[in-house]
């Protein structure tokens, strides 16, 4: 038996005899059952298996398993990848500042960050990178380069890149630094009255920037008659900035968040603690289902205390606590161990999942609440909107274009030698026959839901003399053909969108991507009109009872 698969032994019944602490009597029997199962056939595989096994693999495989089998948060983290881990888990972008991927097997600057080294050192969207420090780079994992690019801010690096439209590499000389990604990019008037603040991500200070623009957008008009919140695809991030975003609009003192688990003694209630800056402006929170953990919390929060109205879809429904602990070698393992529950005394979690994703539950099976004006509301998968709106629906057209970035290549040709474009609101895509011969020219091809279960059914008739299905299945096929044709004509509009988008963003960075949006978005058109109809807003709110 080797050292190694002793030593994984000793741990596993050392484990096994630990758990007397923490388990009663019959589940300790389940465990150390189940432990004698689990070593025997682990040795059994060693032993007799066929081929020569690798204990790591082995382990990392069993591993893996239990942790998937429990929710998508819980994982294990080895020793290799701790590093990358705690770069990943940190508040603040540390190395040159920019958004990079690989595209058609080549390195490319897919956004440079405002503020950041990339941007001072003159890299543009679409350069790209084929060296750092002199050594080429082709061939490698998006993770292997980034993790070189990344580092302590204050050192240097040479990226040698080819410019966005040229053929001649040059050198490019960085400082890396310690970029902070805004997280509320952009804040002002959607309307004569009504304000509107973005916010992306919950990082550090997320709660003092969305204050400090809410005051400057009350200083410009003090008689505003409400206020918008957009927490669309905000994933979440640190509880005390949800915390500190809901005591800008509810009282000092007030519940915001309980975290309950196993263990009660960890249970922690987190409260307001500082004077709220605004406690009567009309408040609409947009969500949909990527708002997810602290977006959740705060749009939670709002509905139960009824601060506020919500509008959109339901949310991702991520209620879960995760803390990390420390194992031997080196490793560390992410583990769930509380769920968040809001001041109506529901969990936002969803409950069961598939393929990573929270299934959806129907309303029928979901336990009701009540908020502080009695209206009903629902716990176990996500917060549902007080207005449900139907989110956009992408074409398959305009997703396969963006999954196979040919409207960021379209748009590193449109950008070529473009030192500036019309002002945000002023810019207009209008030159959509030049994108479809690009995208032809580049051979854009797309396969729709029809077309795949046709190629099964060729693949595998079923039958023994298929030619007449043969012949109706082309018939078919010709038709699927000819409608992927209208279907880019049909989704034109929203191609250009995202055109313009992507176009913006190279000029203007995130704050003129957000506003690109604003003008056409019918989440926020309807903000607008509940803000500016007193009597609608408070019926919403359960006031008028």
């Not at 698969?5 to 009597?25: D, E, W």
């Given at each position: 038996?080797?050292?190694?698969?002793?030593?994984?032994?000793?741990?596993?019944?050392?484990?096994s005899g630990m758990s007397t602490v923490i388990v009663n009597n019959d589940k300790l029997f389940e465990i150390s059952k189940n432990v004698e199962i689990f070593i025997s056939v682990y040795r059994e595989l060693n032993t007799n298996f066929v081929d020569e096994l690798d204990p790591s693999t082995m382990m990392r495989t069993a591993i893996d398993a239990m942790t998937n089998s429990l929710d998508p948060y819980t994982n294990f983290v080895s020793e290799s990848q701790v590093e990358s881990y705690w770069?990943?888990?940190?508040?603040?972008?540390?190395?040159?500042?920019?958004?990079?991927?690989?595209?058609?097997?080549?390195?490319?600057?897919?956004?440079?960050?405002?503020?950041?080294?990339?941007?001072?050192?003159?890299?543009?969207?679409?350069?790209?990178?084929?060296?750092?420090?002199?050594?080429?780079?082709?061939?490698?994992?998006?993770?292997?380069?980034?993790?070189?690019?990344?580092?302590?801010?204050?050192?240097?690096?040479?990226?040698?890149?080819?410019?966005?439209?040229?053929?001649?590499?040059?050198?490019?000389?960085?400082?890396?630094?310690?970029?902070?990604?805004?997280?509320?990019?952009?804040?002002?008037?959607?309307?004569?009255?009504?304000?509107?603040?973005?916010?992306?991500v919950f990082t550090q200070n997320a709660g003092s920037n969305i204050s400090k623009a809410l005051k400057e957008l009350k200083s410009k008009n003090p008689n505003m008659s409400g206020v918008i919140l957009d927490l669309r695809h905000n994933g979440g991030g640190l509880l005390h900035e949800a915390v500190n975003i809901c005591n800008i609009f509810i009282p000092n003192g007030e519940i915001v968040v309980t975290t309950k688990g196993k263990i009660k003694e960890r249970d922690q209630t987190f409260k307001?603690?500082?004077?709220?800056?605004?406690?009567?402006?009309?408040?609409?929170?947009?969500?949909?289902?990527?708002?997810?953990?602290?977006?959740?919390?705060?749009?939670?929060?709002?509905?139960?205390?009824?601060?506020?109205?919500?509008?959109?879809?339901?949310?991702?429904?991520?209620?879960?606590?995760?803390?990390?602990?420390?194992?031997?070698?080196?490793?560390?393992?992410?583990?769930?161990?509380?769920?968040?529950?809001?001041?109506?005394?529901?969990?936002?979690?969803?409950?069961?999942?598939?393929?990573?994703?929270?299934?959806?539950?129907?309303?029928?099976?979901?336990?009701?609440?009540?908020?502080?004006?009695?209206?009903?509301?629902?716990?176990?998968?996500?917060?549902?909107?007080?207005?449900?709106?139907?989110?956009?629906?992408?074409?398959?057209?305009?997703?396969?274009?963006?999954?196979?970035?040919?409207?960021?290549?379209?748009?590193?040709?449109?950008?070529?030698?473009?030192?500036?474009?019309?002002?945000?609101?002023?810019?207009?895509?209008?030159?959509?026959?030049?994108?479809?011969?690009?995208?032809?020219?580049?051979?854009?091809?797309?396969?729709?839901?029809?077309?795949?279960?046709?190629?099964?059914?060729?693949?595998?008739?079923?039958?023994?003399?298929?030619?007449?299905?043969?012949?109706?299945?082309?018939?078919?096929?010709?038709?699927?053909?000819?409608?992927?044709?209208?279907?880019?004509?049909?989704?034109?509009?929203?191609?250009?969108?995202?055109?313009?988008?992507?176009?913006?963003?190279?000029?203007?960075?995130?704050?003129?991507?957000?506003?690109?949006?604003?003008?056409?978005?019918?989440?926020?058109?309807?903000?607008?009109?509940?803000?500016?109809?007193?009597?609608?807003?408070?019926?919403?709110?359960?006031?008028?009872?």
């Amino acid at each position: 038996m080797s050292k190694k698969f002793k030593v994984i032994l000793f741990c596993l019944v050392l484990i096994s005899g630990m758990s007397t602490v923490i388990v009663n009597n019959d589940k300790l029997f389940e465990i150390s059952k189940n432990v004698e199962i689990f070593i025997s056939v682990y040795r059994e595989l060693n032993t007799n298996f066929v081929d020569e096994l690798d204990p790591s693999t082995m382990m990392r495989t069993a591993i893996d398993a239990m942790t998937n089998s429990l929710d998508p948060y819980t994982n294990f983290v080895s020793e290799s990848q701790v590093e990358s881990y705690w770069i990943n888990e940190d508040d603040k972008y540390q190395g040159i500042g920019a958004k990079v991927g690989i595209i058609k097997n080549k390195f490319k600057v897919l956004e440079p960050y405002e503020g950041g080294p990339a941007l001072a050192a003159g890299i543009k969207a679409g350069d790209e990178i084929i060296a750092v420090d002199g050594i080429n780079i082709e061939g490698k994992k998006l993770d292997e380069i980034n993790a070189v690019l990344r580092g302590i801010p204050g050192t240097e690096l040479n990226l040698t890149i080819i410019p966005n439209g040229k053929t001649v590499s040059e050198v490019k000389k960085l400082t890396r630094g310690e970029v902070n990604i805004p997280n509320v990019p952009y804040s002002g008037f959607v309307s004569d009255d009504v304000g509107y603040i973005s916010l992306t991500v919950f990082t550090q200070n997320a709660g003092s920037n969305i204050s400090k623009a809410l005051k400057e957008l009350k200083s410009k008009n003090p008689n505003m008659s409400g206020v918008i919140l957009d927490l669309r695809h905000n994933g979440g991030g640190l509880l005390h900035e949800a915390v500190n975003i809901c005591n800008i609009f509810i009282p000092n003192g007030e519940i915001v968040v309980t975290t309950k688990g196993k263990i009660k003694e960890r249970d922690q209630t987190f409260k307001t603690m500082t004077p709220p800056v605004d406690l009567d402006i009309p408040l609409a929170i947009l969500i949909d289902k990527r708002s997810a953990s602290a977006s959740e919390i705060v749009s939670g929060v709002i509905q139960d205390l009824d601060r506020g109205v919500l509008i959109g879809q339901r949310s991702f429904g991520k209620g879960l606590v995760q803390n990390t602990k420390e194992l031997p070698y080196n490793a560390r393992l992410k583990l769930t161990t509380s769920k968040y529950y809001i001041p109506s005394g529901r969990c936002i979690q969803g409950v069961e999942y598939e393929n990573g994703e929270p299934k959806d539950i129907p309303d029928s099976q979901r336990s009701g609440f009540k908020t502080k004006n009695g209206r009903v509301v629902l716990d176990g998968g996500g917060v549902s909107p007080d207005i449900k709106l139907t989110g956009k629906t992408i074409y398959p057209v305009t997703q396969a274009l963006l999954d196979q970035h040919m409207i960021f290549e379209y748009a590193n040709k449109y950008c070529k030698g473009k030192d500036s474009i019309a002002k945000v609101g002023l810019f207009k895509f209008n030159d959509f026959q030049d994108f479809t011969e690009f995208i032809k020219k580049q051979g854009f091809q797309y396969e729709l839901e029809a077309e795949k279960y046709l190629n099964k059914i060729k693949e595998n008739p079923g039958i023994s003399d298929p030619k007449d299905l043969m012949a109706d299945i082309q018939k078919l096929q010709n038709k699927i053909t000819s409608s992927k044709s209208e279907e880019l004509m049909k989704a034109k509009e929203q191609i250009i969108d995202e055109i313009e988008k992507e176009i913006i963003t190279r000029y203007y960075f995130q704050n003129g991507k957000v506003q690109q949006t604003l003008d056409d978005d019918p989440e926020v058109k309807e903000a607008i009109s509940v803000l500016k109809d007193s009597n609608r807003y408070k019926a919403l709110l359960g006031k008028n009872k």
